[in-house]
């Protein structure tokens, strides 16, 4: 027995407990207005230079019920190039935003189960936004994430269709989401505490509207390729183009 099998007897025994991880989520906030009529935006795209790296291939074969769902090889998914364009990259304003502070959207981030691999492997939400996880699957996947900055949560999900949302209350890039039942199972979910993030899919492509003109950091994470960072001034009404470029893929 893996010691992951202790946790997770652990927390479907006491799974709303292992599930609470929104402390710190109910206290009120007040947006500071942003003045549109002068805010910017910034634009970009994440590249691979040269050939994308080889991806893993998964064996479902121990379980026939998630190798059900896939007619062909699965692939670890974590390092998606399309004509050097790079999917799954979580690009943000690191830094810059001072101490604005900005509404949180009722409206939850969807990350589902579905033949024994999350859809989308990599999130973003801002802090204490609902975060729904979904079990499209007819099998037991426990859902474990591990933050550093906020509780861990780590909870059963046995029934298919079965749903249940998480708050996390403190920014952090990135938090790591794993399945103890499928160890193949990982998410990356991306927390900032404000509206200019973005997870780029086929084209590479990111935007970030409505931002207030002012100096700040923008940055790209990706699993395999890292992290890049590149500063920009944006004044009054203006576009820029911040593009990230990721060379010597490991
Ligand atoms: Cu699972």
């Known amino acids: 027995m893996r010691a992951p099998w202790i946790g997770l007897a652990l927390c479907l025994a006491l799974a709303w407990a292992c599930g609470r991880s929104d402390s710190g989520c109910d206290r009120p906030r007040?947006?500071?207005?942003?003045?549109r009529a002068v805010a910017g935006r910034i634009t970009g795209t994440v590249t691979l230079q040269g050939a994308p790296p080889p991806m893993r291939t998964i064996t479902l074969a121990g379980d026939p019920q998630c190798a059900a769902g896939h007619p062909g090889p699965v692939?670890?998914?974590?390092?998606?190039?399309?004509?050097?364009?790079?999917?799954?990259?979580?690009?943000?304003?690191?830094?810059?935003?001072?101490?604005?502070?900005?509404?949180?959207?009722?409206?939850?981030?969807?990350?589902?189960?579905?033949?024994?691999?999350?859809?989308?492997?990599?999130?973003?939400?801002?802090?204490?936004?609902?975060?729904?996880?979904?079990n499209s699957d007819p099998v037991l996947h426990n859902v474990h994430g591990t933050p550093?900055?906020?509780p861990p949560w780590n909870f059963g999900m046995a029934v298919r269709g079965s749903q249940r949302a998480v708050r996390v209350p403190h920014p952090e890039v990135m938090i790591e989401v794993r399945c103890d039942v499928h160890p193949w199972m990982r998410a990356w979910l991306g927390i900032v505490d404000h509206p200019?993030?973005?997870v780029t899919r086929a084209d590479g492509r990111f935007t970030f509207s409505d931002l207030p003109p002012g100096d700040y950091v923008v940055a790209s994470w990706h699993e395999r390729f890292g992290t890049r960072e590149s500063r920009v001034s944006i004044g009054p009404r203006?576009?820029?183009?911040?593009?990230?470029?990721?060379?010597?893929?490991?």
């Open 30 to 35: 007040t947006a500071t207005p942003i003045d």
């Open 75 to 134: 692939l670890s998914g974590d390092a998606l190039v399309h004509d050097g364009r790079v999917e799954n990259a979580f690009v943000y304003v690191k830094d810059g935003l001072g101490d604005r502070t900005f509404a949180v959207p009722d409206t939850a981030v969807t990350i589902d189960q579905a033949g024994c691999l999350y859809a989308p492997h990599v999130a973003g939400a801002q802090a204490c936004q609902p975060v729904q996880f979904v």
């Open 196 to 198: 200019y993030f973005a």
């Open 238 to 250: 203006e576009v820029k183009d911040v593009s990230f470029t990721y060379a010597g893929a490991p």
């Open 148 to 150: 550093s900055q906020s």
